[in-house]
């Protein structure tokens, strides 16, 4: 049988890798759609005859056709939608974050167990064979016990248009919002802790405003009737884009984790893991400076190599090949279709579990 799953918000991520993820997921079918932007969901529609583009997100939130609702707009909107759609008694995905403190988190969380909902938050890195190698080293005692854990993620977002969403001032250029570095990229790697370890436990650190305005995004169609986005006015941002922090692991070792959106080039993402038997390293500057195609690993006296690595979740798909997001998300989706279907324990972050994460960034935000 086929499940429906709606989706609200058609924006770069979700034009370039849910709708995708969607239409890779077996037994699952995009079948509504809605964005805010007439220019977004008309330009999306055309290319999606058998979904319904609604008129708006109470359209579609109330069809009773769905057996999901797949939210992915600017965070600030993700409270209202999400406690709608628990309303409205469907499964969720939502984009992280998916609330905006933890006291909403909590609340959230609450309703939808009382509900009975599955919810996902949409950590898809979780499902990428490099984690997934990651956590069974790991969990196999590869490196022995942990000693010092740490991972720095260097990207251009915020200095080049090729992404919108943080070039352009808008929510995450606003802290109130959900806006910078740490709750709109760094949420997956405090994720990815919890995945891998258990848990990070703050234990102090620094969140920096490095790029202190930046142009509003003024949208148009141009002749062709493309979609244009071009620079306007300058406005004052008060996130932070670049942050060093510090935690420990449940075992006591010490973790941390320094980046930044705004630096002139991307050299991506570099986790190193000793432990007081081996060493684990991963270095991923691809597709957004998150992947690479190699885990590599070390027990004492040996030199660093490639570890062999499980399969990832479809046959072509490969982290330094375009697509590769959208395989992970429908990996993610299959899950969650699997857990709707049999109430098995799932692999996706849930509401619960990213609980954990918006208490660790608001600790590191103080």
Request: with cysteine; charged share 20%.
């Amino acid at each position: 049988m086929t499940a429906k799953i709606g989706l609200i918000g058609l924006g770069n991520f979700a034009r370039r890798n849910i709708i995708p993820g969607i239409q890779r997921t077996r037994g699952l079918e995009l079948a509504a759609i809605f964005d805010q932007s007439p220019i977004a969901l008309r330009a999306v529609a055309e290319g999606l005859p058998s979904a319904t583009a609604c008129a708006s997100a109470d359209e579609l939130i109330a069809r009773r056709d769905l057996d999901l609702i797949y939210i992915a707009t600017p965070s600030a909107a993700h409270v209202e939608l999400v406690e709608a759609v628990i309303a409205a008694g469907r499964h969720v995905v939502c984009e992280k974050p998916f609330a905006t403190t933890y006291a909403e988190a909590a609340r959230l969380a609450d309703l939808a167990k009382k509900a009975g909902l599955v919810t996902a938050v949409d950590h898809e890195m979780r499902y990428s064979a490099i984690y997934r190698g990651m956590k069974r080293r790991l969990d196999e005692g590869y490196v022995g016990n942990v000693v010092l854990a740490s991972v720095n993620f260097s990207t251009d977002y915020s200095t080049n248009p090729y992404y919108p969403a943080t070039y352009y001032w808008n929510f995450g250029s606003i802290r109130a919002h959900t806006g910078g570095v740490m709750r709109q990229a760094i949420s997956h790697f405090i994720d990815l802790y919890q995945f891998l370890f258990g848990s990070i436990e703050p234990r102090g650190g620094y969140c920096a405003t490095m790029i202190k305005s930046k142009p509003e995004a003024l949208e148009s169609v141009s002749a062709a009737g493309e979609r244009v986005i071009s620079p306007g006015a300058m406005r004052p941002v008060d996130a932070d884009d670049a942050i060093a922090l510090a935690g420990s692991l449940p075992n006591g070792a010490p973790a941390s984790i320094a980046a930044t959106w705004s630096a002139a080039m991307t050299t991506g993402t570099r986790w190193m893991i000793q432990g007081d038997a081996g060493v684990l390293s991963y270095e991923g500057a691809v597709l957004g400076g998150l992947w690479g195609d190699q885990l590599q690993g070390a027990r004492r006296g040996e030199a660093l190599a490639d570890l062999e690595l499980p399969a990832e979740s479809f046959p072509d798909m490969r982290p330094t090949a375009p697509g590769y997001m959208g395989g992970l998300i429908a990996a993610q989706l299959e899950d969650v279709l699997a857990v709707i279907g049999t109430g098995a324990e799932g692999m996706f972050a849930t509401f619960e579990s990213e609980c954990a994460v918006w208490k660790a960034m608001e600790s590191w935000d103080r």
